[in-house]
C-alpha cells in the first residue's frame, strides 16, 4: 500500500517475532495510514475509535500467538532524514520570506 512508518512487533512463546507495519499512503491528502501485518497480509479498517497500538498488539495475539513484548519503533530512514530534513526546510522557509519581505 505505501512506505512503512512505524513497526510493532511482538514473539511467541518460542521466540518466532511478528511484525504489523502502519504504512503511510502519500497519494492521499490528509496522508492515510493502514496496519498490514508482514507475515499474513491482515490490513483493518481504519474506521474505528480502537487504537493501532490496540489493534495490532491484539492480532498479533489473536492471530499468530505472538503476546510477548509488544513493542514499537519507528523506520528507520524516517528516523535518520528527520535531522535533515528539518533544518532545509526551515532555512527555505526563511529564505522565502525574506524574499517575499523584499
Known amino acids: 500500500m505505501g512506505a512503512p512508518i512505524r513497526h510493532y512487533t511482538a514473539m511467541t512463546p518460542d521466540g518466532e517475532v511478528f ?29 474505528t475509535m480502537e487504537k493501532i497500538i490496540d489493534m495490532a ?3 498479533l495475539a489473536s492471530a ?22 528539518l533544518p532545509i526546510v526551515v532555512v527555505l522557509l526563511i529564505g522565502l520570506f525574506v524574499y517575499l519581505r523584499s
Open 19 to 47: 511484525t504489523v507495519n502502519v504504512e503511510r499512503d502519500f497519494r492521499y491528502d490528509p496522508y492515510r495510514d493502514f496496519l498490514v501485518c508482514a507475515h499474513c497480509g491482515w490490513s483493518p479498517s481504519l474506521l
Open 57 to 59: 498488539g491484539e492480532h
Open 64 to 85: 499468530h500467538g505472538a503476546d510477548r513484548g509488544l513493542s514499537q519503533r519507528e523506520n528507520e530512514s524516517l528516523r535518520k532524514a528527520r535531522p535533515i530534513v
